[in-house]
């Protein structure tokens, strides 16, 4: 039977009693699917998914969206991104060192992904967690004048710059990307398309200026921002064991990926992403 267990006071639903490759009814999936916009994270344990039904299940939040790069991309699955240190004949599987700062996919897009569906294949025994912040938590505690002084402000980023905090394994933007990459303003509170509540948004540790600032000057605010989304109240730490996924909504969400002992032990981690309600989904894939 459906059990829906909150994670910590603060964030994040675990979901008990499903097989995720079985039937959900449409009863249950709306209740699972509520949890997630009310609480920004899903949890479902010893789950064992194909790359197909992995596909399949994240199609039940929305469109697959795969913005990923070409190179990681799973090679008969081209919607998953793989995540792993695995190195086979020579070369890399996956993506080793993504997602090392406080960040949500995509945010230097102007349709942002909704979700990432990450599904943990092979875990290191210690290290290669992922922290998850709660947006809409952090902005609800904010002081009103906080509020007041920032609901209407956009923030403006940069991809370009970006690209080193998200993907140090990557060469630096080539001068093409640089110039098929502007800068994006996004809000820098984002009310929910769905559930209409407000999250403070692209406040990650990526770099990011206000609009109409240049960087110096809104650095105490970003900072008071940045630090503010990320005290215990609004945050977990997901240590994962193998067929655990976690399912973020990217709206109202911010993670980071933690180190691990890449030299002794192996991580292996399937990725997929949940398109905008709204979004034109792309059929080719940009790299990124
Ligand atoms: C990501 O940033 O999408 C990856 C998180 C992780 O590998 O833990």
Same mark, same amino acid.
Do not use: C
């Given at each position: 039977?459906l059990?829906l ?5 603060g964030?994040?639903?675990?979901v008990?009693g ?11 999936f ?8 009310d609480t920004?994270?899903?949890l479902?344990r ?11 299940f994240?199609?039940?939040f ?12 799973? @090679?008969?699955? =081209?919607?998953? %991104? /793989?995540?792993s ?5 020579? $070369?890399? !599987? ?11 996919d ?6 942002p ?6 599904y943990?294949l092979?875990v ?5 967690d992922t922290?998850f ?12 004048h ?10 403006v ?9 998200n993907?140090?394994d990557r060469?630096?933007?080539?001068a093409?990307?640089i110039a098929?990459? @502007?800068?994006? =303003?996004?809000? %820098? /509170? ?6 209409g509540? $407000?999250? !403070?948004?692209?406040?990650g540790n990526?770099?990011?200026?206000i ?8 650095r105490?605010l970003?900072t008071?921002?940045?630090e503010f989304?990320?005290q215990?109240r ?8 193998p067929g655990?996924?976690v ?7 911010m ?5 691990y002992?890449y ?5 292996l ?7 905008a ?8 894939r940009?790299?990124?």
């Open positions: 039977m059990e267990v909150p994670i910590t006071e964030i994040g639903t675990e008990r499903v097989d995720v490759t079985g039937h959900i009814s449409d009863r249950d709306g209740r699972i699917y509520q949890a997630w916009i920004t994270i899903l479902i010893g789950q064992h998914m194909t790359p197909a039904q992995h596909v399949a994240t199609r039940r929305g469109e697959v969206y795969a913005y990923t790069r070409s190179k990681f991309d799973h @090679p008969e699955h =081209p919607e998953i %991104l /793989v995540l240190n695995i190195v086979r004949d020579g $070369k890399p !599987i996956g993506s080793a060192y993504s997602g090392r700062v406080w960040h949500t995509g945010h230097y897009l102007t349709d992904p909704a979700g990432s569906m990450l943990a092979k290191p025994p210690v290290g290669g922290w912040a709660n947006m809409l938590g952090a902005y609800d505690a904010l002081p009103q906080v509020k007041e002084r920032i609901d209407d402000l956009k923030v980023i940069s991809r370009v710059q970006s690209r080193p905090y993907y140090p060469p630096a933007p080539t093409q990307e098929e990459w @502007p800068d994006v =303003p996004q809000p %820098l /509170v984002r009310v929910h398309e769905e559930s509540r $407000k999250a !403070i948004y692209a406040g990526v770099p990011w200026r609009e109409g600032m240049s960087e110096d000057e809104s105490p970003v008071f921002l940045q989304s990320v215990p609004f945050t977990y730490r997901h240590r994962w064991q655990d996924i399912l973020w909504d990217n709206r109202s969400a993670h980071q990926a933690t180190p002992d030299t002794a032990h192996h991580r981690m399937h990725r997929t992403t949940v398109a309600p709204h979004a034109a989904v792309p059929t080719g940009a790299a990124s």
